[in-house]
């Protein structure tokens, strides 16, 4: 989520404030990464499941079982504080409701487009999905949320998920809480790239998966490249990033607290700053240094903010909408006294957070319905967020009658003997000579066709 050299010609920057101290691109394709992921895969589909329980000793230090069981799954909520329970079942019914809308929203069709032809579309759900649940560092506790209960609204009929394994409950009792709640067919203590090998080559007891859903580290991203072809992807997503665009109307705190929020997901991730104001500009970085001389998680945020995160001074509105929509960064909040113009303007962003009372985290943790699976690193010039349409195959049918020959097949003969394909052609001659050439049916078929009849 940076602004490069060329892009900037091409930009009315008025002026930075602070230019990320890192050129390039914050997270790059590591051969290490990439030689190792190819080397596990290859093996864990040579040697199946052997391979995958030797991976998760040497690599999580678990030799129990890996499948967690029903059992464990639904007590595991007790071993939680009822205050983060609570907070859970509600995020988990919010996401759920909000994916619903969209459900309903996805209709299936049929049109007449020529007596006797009608087109359709139907919305059928994949067979599988095997959904990754990080639990590293900091757990993503909502990341069933998004992903497993966002499939099962879709209405796939399997949903396996992978967490890594860790303490008596054989994962985090939190995630293993929202994957219950998300109605998670089966869940397994398995971590990484084996989780993602053992999914997508059917190792788990189950048919291998269609589709491979949720974040994770560089490993689970590059296993999730090489296997993409092979299954569907949800999206590859890089280090968490957020843009603001605020004017002189917005709190510089607000603004700056916001930047951390995002920035705290690791040392890498992109934090900007779009203004209209050099005033709330300088403010803003002001308050930055100030509020990470008390974060406690200052030692990931602060080198994301140092050397990823930038403060731009632009004209207008319509200036921050141009350099934003060129940063299409994975989050994009708007404090400003202009919002809805820039709800009706904005193209390129993962998800938009409109006005001040709307921070990132609110979706972060699934309390505001929306998904976070979201496209990075200007991704979001063409591609959108995880959602229920992702799960969603929308099949075309055509059904023509007797009486739709007219309108289809004469063009249709008379284009493939333009191309040279006489076995297209032929398809439809037959179907000609069946209802005859001197058919009132033919009537309406336009004169330069007729006269090939």
Not at 151 to 169: D, I, L, N
Not at 242 to 256: E, F, G, M, R, T
Request: charged residues 20%.
């Amino acid at each position: 989520m940076q602004i490069t050299h060329e892009e900037a010609q091409a930009l009315p920057l008025l002026q930075w404030l602070k230019k990320p101290a890192v050129d390039g691109p914050p997270a790059q394709r590591d051969p290490k990464v990439v030689e190792r992921v190819s080397q596990m895969l290859r093996e864990i589909e040579r040697r199946g499941l052997d391979a995958v329980r030797a991976y998760a000793e040497e690599l999580d230090g678990w030799s129990g079982d890996l499948e967690i069981s029903e059992t464990e799954l639904k007590k595991s909520g007790d071993a939680l504080p009822p205050d983060v329970r609570t907070a859970l079942e509600m995020g988990y019914e919010r996401t759920h409701r909000f994916a619903a809308a969209q459900r309903e929203h996805l209709t299936d069709f049929e049109i007449e487009l020529a007596p006797g032809v009608n087109c359709g579309q139907r919305y059928v759900p994949v067979s599988r999905v095997g959904a990754y649940l990080p639990a590293g560092r900091f757990p993503l506790l909502a990341s069933a949320f998004m992903t497993v209960n966002v499939a099962k609204t879709a209405g796939v009929p399997m949903v396996v998920a992978c967490t890594p394994p860790s303490g008596e409950h054989g994962a985090h009792p939190a995630v293993l809480y929202g994957a219950h709640l998300s109605r998670a067919d089966r869940v397994f203590a398995v971590g990484g790239v084996q989780a993602l090998g053992a999914m997508a080559f059917g190792l788990l007891g189950e048919a291998p998966v269609d589709m491979l859903v949720g974040a994770g580290n560089a490993f689970v991203t590059e296993a999730k490249r090489q296997l993409f072809g092979r299954v569907g992807i949800d999206l590859l997503a890089g280090p968490s990033e957020v843009a603001v665009i605020a004017d002189d109307s917005a709190d510089p705190a607000w603004v700056a607290a916001d930047l951390l929020g995002q920035a705290e997901h690791g040392p890498n991730s992109p934090a900007a700053l779009i203004t209209t104001s050099e005033a709330l500009g300088r403010a803003v970085a002001a308050e930055m240094e100030s509020q990470l001389e008390k974060l406690v998680t200052r030692d990931i945020a602060g080198p994301a903010w140092r050397d990823f995160g930038s403060v731009i001074v632009v004209r207008d509105r319509d200036d921050a909408i141009a350099v934003a929509d060129v940063l299409g960064p994975e989050h994009l909040e708007v404090h400003t006294e202009d919002d809805d113009y820039y709800l009706r303007n904005l193209t390129n962003y993962g998800s938009l957070f409109i006005g001040p009372w709307s921070t990132v985290a609110y979706s972060d943790k699934g309390i505001a319905g929306t998904n976070h699976v979201l496209p990075t690193g200007k991704t979001a010039r063409y591609n959108a967020g995880l959602s229920v349409s992702r799960f969603l195959k929308p099949l075309t049918y055509q059904r023509a009658a007797e009486n739709g020959t007219a309108a289809l097949a004469p063009a249709v003969e008379r284009i493939s003997a333009f191309e040279g394909l006489a076995a297209h052609g032929a398809t439809a001659t037959l179907r000609i000579d069946r209802v005859g050439r001197t058919s009132a049916a033919f009537d309406s078929v336009p004169a330069p066709l007729r006269e090939q009849l």
